[in-house]
Every structure is written in structure tokens, then in C-alpha cells.
């Protein structure tokens, strides 16, 4: 079992910025794939930015050139760097974690861009 704690989330206005944490326990060996989804309200889940255990990372279009994907192994801990927020960023983010075929959720974080 891997257990995911999302933290960092919070209120902000738009332009600003925020870092999302995710720290992963447990099970956390061959732990090949972590990554950030989101859900606005009304909308399906969709995926922000991923990262392979060999640092490989990709985006949403939405998301490219304002947010980093990064990743401490050391600490089992992935980073999500937003930047220029926008109020359509809001939404609930989710940490994601792939470990052979299983996966794991995080509670959730909500973050909020609003002036």
C-alpha cells in the first residue's frame, strides 16, 4: 500500500503563485509514475503534469510554460510549482501515484485563484 498527502493548497489571487507538495509513504518502492490531477466543479478529472521514476515529465497544454513538475526520491515527495494562476485553475488537486499496476489517490488539496 502507498498512502499520498497532498499539502500547499490555499487562496490566491490570479497571477500569483503557489507549490503544491505530495509526500508518499509506505509501500513507496517502484513507485514509476507520480502525478497531479485536478477537478473543477462539473468537470471530469483531468491530468496536470506526471513524472516517471527516470525524471520524464509531461503537461496538460493548459498548464505548459506556468507549471513544474518535479520530484525528490529521497524524500518520496513530488512537487507541482504553479505559477501565473489563473481562476481557471481552480479546482481540487489530486496526487497520483503508479506502483507496478496499482494506484493510489491523494485526498485532495483545494486551491482557489480569486481576487
Known amino acids: 500500500q502507498v498512502q499520498l498527502v497532498e499539502s500547499g493548497g490555499g487562496l490566491v489571487q490570479p497571477g500569483g503563485s503557489l507549490r503544491l507538495s505530495c509526500a508518499a509513504s509506505?509501500?513507496?518502492?517502484?513507485?514509476?509514475?507520480m502525478g497531479w490531477y485536478r477537478q473543477a466543479p462539473g468537470k471530469q478529472r483531468e491530468l496536470v503534469a506526471a513524472?516517471?521514476?527516470?525524471?520524464?515529465?509531461n503537461y496538460a497544454d493548459s498548464v505548459k510554460g506556468r507549471f513544474t513538475i518535479s520530484r525528490d526520491n529521497a524524500k518520496n515527495t513530488v512537487y507541482l510549482q504553479m505559477n501565473s494562476l489563473k481562476p481557471e485553475d481552480t479546482a481540487v488537486y489530486y496526487c497520483?501515484?503508479?506502483?507496478?499496476?496499482?494506484?493510489?489517490w491523494g485526498q485532495g488539496t483545494q486551491v482557489t485563484v480569486s481576487s
Open positions: 497520483y501515484a503508479l506502483r507496478v499496476i496499482s494506484q493510489y
Open positions: 509506505g509501500s513507496t518502492s517502484s513507485i514509476n509514475y
Open positions: 513524472i516517471t521514476s527516470d525524471g520524464s515529465t
